[in-house]
T-cell receptor, first 113, second 114 residues
Framework: DQQVKQNSPSLSVQEGRISILNCDYTNSMFDYFLWYKKYPAEGPTFLISISSIKDKNEDGRFTVFLNKSAKHLSLHIVPSQPGDSAVYFCAASETFGNEKLTFGTGTRLTIIP | SAVISQKPSRDICQRGTSLTIQCQVDSQVTMMFWYRQQPGQSLTLIATANQGSEATYESGFVIDKFPISRPNLTFSTLTVSNMSPEDSSIYLC???????????FGPGTRLTVL
């Protein structure tokens, strides 16, 4: 039972344009959500997070949107840069202290120069 | 954020042997976690390791197969026992820094079992 789903295994975006990565979840108990970026042969790097009391969180070029009624979150990267090419994972937890993270399957983002 | 290192970075092992993976953090942390990422799959939590107590294992993972030690607040080990090719994965440790709500990951250990 995949509680966190990323339905797009890959995405290609032109440099300078907006990248939108999507994530859906089924567990209504999830209340804290995170996005990680992973390069080959490296561990995941934390990007941005959002708690269920918010619907938007911004950090520089990265913005995460949360739609609780639809159980959907998205990560917007604007403008996209070649260094953004990586695999992006969304993750969710049931407690604000996020003791246990449930990860999606990842989306491979390729930025085209 | 904490700086996390893992040893070894990769290994190729024979079926039936065991491998111990080390995770070292540059600061004291209460909670450490061990994850597995099988080829083409997502990250799956194996267990949570708190200093001074037994590790808490997730469904599908047992202590006999994945014994964990947490001797102090900066170090943990995960052993993959009696390995089979199905254990070929990337094994990652992560930490939750005291007072923060986010997990930070080590670089991972890529294990191949022949």
């Amino acid at each position: 039972d995949q509680q966190v789903k990323q339905n797009s295994p890959s995405l290609s975006v032109q440099e300078g344009r907006i990248s939108i990565l999507n994530c859906d979840y089924t567990n209504s108990m999830f209340d804290y959500f995170l996005w990680y970026k992973k390069y080959p042969a490296e561990g995941p790097t934390f990007l941005i997070s959002i708690s269920s009391i918010k619907d938007k969180n911004e950090d520089g070029r990265f913005t995460v949107f949360l739609n609780k009624s639809a159980k959907h979150l998205s990560l917007h990267i604007v403008p996209s840069q070649p260094g953004d090419s990586a695999v992006y994972f969304c993750a969710a937890s049931e407690t604000f202290g996020n003791e246990k993270l449930t990860f999606g399957t990842g989306t491979r983002l390729t930025i085209i120069p | 954020s904490a700086v996390i290192s893992q040893k070894p970075s990769r290994d190729i092992c024979q079926r039936g042997t065991s491998l111990t993976i080390q995770c070292q953090v540059d600061s004291q942390v209460t909670m450490m976690f061990w994850y597995r990422q099988q080829p083409g799959q997502s990250l799956t939590l194996i267990a949570t390791a708190n200093q001074g107590s037994e590790a808490t294992y997730e469904s599908g993972f047992v202590i006999d197969k994945f014994p964990i030690s947490r001797p102090n607040l900066t170090f943990s080990t995960l052993t993959v026992s009696n390995m089979s090719p199905e254990d070929s994965s990337i094994y990652l440790c992560s930490v939750e820094e005291n007072g923060r709500d986010t997990q930070y990951f080590g670089p991972g250990t890529r294990l191949t079992v022949l």
